[in-house]
């Protein structure tokens, strides 16, 4: 196991590359299931996140070579349909080859994701919608049994927008009878980079990125090419490291169509921002001011940015609340940031922030992705050094993260724990 030792309060330059998202990657390697030919996906990001998925795979007869972040993969001859607990406890997103299992094979045997450390996080709307579609569901022994000799179009209607149940039913419905709507769909970007990529391999999905989608089922998919989209959160993340440094820094690679609130709150936070063209900024810190945010499904303020901004925030020049409405345990980072000197206070699904003049640093950790991005925002603004522990999180969703701070002038050690 690793740890971060960074060296904090040092001005940043430079400019940063953003990677492929891992959001968007997870469930078009999923779908990759449905082909009947080998696929190409580029700007795959070389996460933990990804090799777990791609093991996955591997342990049911999947083929693939990944170098360079370019992915060649053949699904077309799986042997197995089982999806161990082993792999499933390590990422819950592997819930995303349920559904292209059951349609494709007629039968699934997928480990249920247990709870995770940052809410609970049933995935009893991914199963009700399969059922939907005619899917017979036991659970035995916390294992999803799922058996459809073909699944058959249905009218789906989600009590919450849900981004992997989304996904799940988009590829579930590819290769169903007729057609599938969803109602109260998830409209992530990443929901539409899926229906994207599926629909270059011939699937029949509209509307996605609205709350309608459709999915007209067809008999089969070839393979493709595909590049995943970039990263909102990454980029997002490097926005808050800009701000939170009093450092200018060049953000290149970014889906800024798709940052709307992001960029929103950040200028609200005195950042400045200078869009040079569709997916090239520059963030430079001007003035530290409080900003109150809301997370919300997309296109509101994403919770997978909560962390990040309540660590840059802990340094505003006054009061910001932040309320978590989507995960009900998102706010683990808060005691780790109170360690080094943020004066925050939780009151039921709101993190009062009160600004400080400094934050001082510590040995720290988190446990899960996000929250521990946030103690590496808070590391680099802080005086003295801080230790992140654990950062096998890290990992899990930010490439490279350390080799990108230290290119632009952050004192960040990786070392052994
Ligand atoms: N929910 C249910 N039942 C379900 C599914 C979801 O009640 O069957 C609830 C959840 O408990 C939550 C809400 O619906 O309160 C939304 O959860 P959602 O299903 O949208 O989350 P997810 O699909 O499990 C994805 C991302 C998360 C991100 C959330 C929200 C992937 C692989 N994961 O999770 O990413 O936080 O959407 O945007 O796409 C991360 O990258 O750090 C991360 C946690």
Redesign the pocket.
């Given at each position: 196991m690793d740890k971060f030792s960074i060296e904090g309060s040092k001005t940043l330059h430079g400019s940063v590359d953003i990677s492929g998202s891992?959001?968007?990657a997870?469930?078009i390697i999923a779908a990759t299931i449905l082909c009947n030919k080998p696929c190409t996906i580029n700007n795959v990001p070389d996460l933990a996140?990804i090799v777990t998925m791609l093991k996955l795979l591997e342990n049911m007869g999947c083929q693939y070579s990944f170098s360079n972040n370019s992915l060649k993969i053949d699904c077309s001859k799986l042997q197995s349909t089982k999806a161990e607990y082993d792999l499933v406890r390590k990422m819950?997103?592997s819930?995303?080859v349920l559904g292209p299992l059951v349609t494709k094979y007629s039968q699934a045997i997928v480990s249920l994701p247990g709870g995770?450390a940052?809410?609970?996080?049933?995935?009893?709307?991914?199963?009700?919608a399969l059922k939907a579609m005619g899917a017979k569901i036991n659970i035995e022994q916390g294992y999803v049994h799922a058996n459809a000799k073909k699944l058959k179009g249905a009218e789906i209607y989600?009590?919450?927008?849900?981004?992997?149940?989304?996904?799940n039913i988009i590829m579930a419905a590819t290769l169903a009878d007729g057609k599938t709507t969803i109602y109260n769909a998830?409209k992530?970007p990443?929901v539409v980079d899926l229906a994207n990529f599926l629909n270059k391999c011939g699937a029949k999905i509209s509307g996605a990125g609205s709350s309608t989608i459709e999915i007209i089922g067809v008999d089969t998919l070839k393979g493709s090419e595909y590049e995943v989209m970039p990263d909102r959160?990454e980029a997002g993340t490097f926005m808050c490291i800009a701000h939170a440094t009093r450092s200018s820094i060049t953000i290149n690679n970014a889906p800024l169509y798709c940052m709307h609130s992001i960029i929103d709150k950040i200028q609200e936070a005195g950042a400045d921002i200078h869009i040079k063209n569709d997916n090239t900024v520059v963030v430079s810190h001007s003035k530290f001011l409080p900003v109150d945010i809301k997370t919300f499904?997309?296109p509101g303020f994403?919770?997978?940015m909560q962390a990040q901004f309540t660590a840059m925030l802990t340094l505003a020049q006054g009061t910001s609340i932040i309320e978590e409405t989507?995960?009900?345990n998102r706010f683990q980072h808060v005691a780790e940031l109170n360690r080094m000197g943020a004066n925050i206070t939780i009151s039921g699904n709101k993190a009062i922030v009160n600004g400080v003049k400094v934050l001082y640093g510590a040995p720290v950790m988190a446990t899960?992705?996000?929250a521990s991005a946030s103690l590496v925002i808070a590391a680099l603004a802080a005086e003295n050094t801080t230790e992140v522990l654990r950062i096998y999180h890290l990992d899990?969703?930010y490439e490279f993260l350390d080799k990108k701070l230290q290119k632009l002038g952050a004192k960040i050690k990786r070392l052994p724990q």
């Open positions: 891992k959001n968007a997870l469930p996140d819950r997103a819930i995303l995770c940052i809410g609970v996080r049933p995935v009893n709307l991914h199963i009700d989600f009590d919450t927008p849900t981004v992997t149940g989304t996904e998830a992530e990443e959160i499904v997309y994403p919770t997978d989507i995960f009900e899960d992705l996000r899990r969703g």
